[in-house]
């Protein structure tokens, strides 16, 4: 049994990325690579994709979901192997000193529109987790933890539409996000950097969203 993490990075300048390792060992050696691995006898499915990111990536993930089992008889040439993936978005700007170890010889975050030939069936994996995602994000805001703690609209029109990987109508966008009651807008607005008018600043309202989730909501791209 292993596990396995595909992590999204995303940045307001560029876009989203994919956070890979370069293999030390055979199979696949110096083949690029999803950080993961087996699982110890002692441990959680949890605190095994926790521990692999951290050792391989220098990396600890805020938040991991997990996403599938995948377990093709011939996913690994080794032997019989299931690999439970997980996935996590966060903020690739927190994220920039990485440090490969153990099993990887490096560690890099690749543009998600560029990633190189996958070892094992990590193309598949990285697939499966975009197309949740994506689906995602269409019935449940997401992702506000990538943006500044107070941000121009803008900014999240921006965020849906790199994860979407396609423009948004940006007007039912924002209609409908915010009739959600889960962005407050602040008395501060952007530094302009132009001769535009200055946009106003919001911020998510965590508690509002989280009595949504409770309640069910209804809300769709």
Do not use: C
């Not at 530094?191 to 989730?213: A, I, T, V, W």
């Amino acid at each position: 049994m292993a596990v396995d993490a595909v992590v999204f990075g995303y940045a307001k300048t560029e876009g989203v990325s994919v956070l890979l390792i370069r293999r030390k060992y055979a199979p696949f050696q110096e083949g690029w690579a999803l950080p993961g691995g087996f699982l110890h006898d002692d441990e959680s499915l949890e605190a095994a994709v926790r521990r692999e990111l951290e050792e391989e990536t220098g990396i600890r993930a805020p938040y991991l979901e997990q996403l599938y089992t995948f377990g093709d008889p011939g996913r690994d040439p080794r032997q019989r192997v299931l690999s439970v993936a997980y996935f996590a978005l966060v903020k690739s700007s927190r994220f920039q000193e990485l440090k490969a170890s153990t099993d990887a010889a490096d560690v890099q975050w690749f543009p998600i529109g560029a990633l190189p030939k996958l070892a094992f069936d990590h193309k598949e994996i990285v697939s499966a987790a975009i197309a949740r995602v994506r689906a995602k994000i269409r019935y449940q805001p997401i992702g506000f933890e990538l943006l500044d703690k107070t941000f121009p609209f803008a900014d999240l029109e921006r965020l849906y539409s790199a994860l979407l990987d396609r423009p948004i109508d940006r007007r039912n966008f924002a209609k409908k996000m915010l009739a959600l009651g889960i962005l407050d807008e602040t008395q501060e607005v952007a530094k302009s950097e132009g001769k535009g008018r200055p946009s106003k600043l919001f911020r998510f309202n965590k508690k509002r969203y989280e009595q949504l989730q409770k309640e069910g909501m209804n809300f769709e791209i």
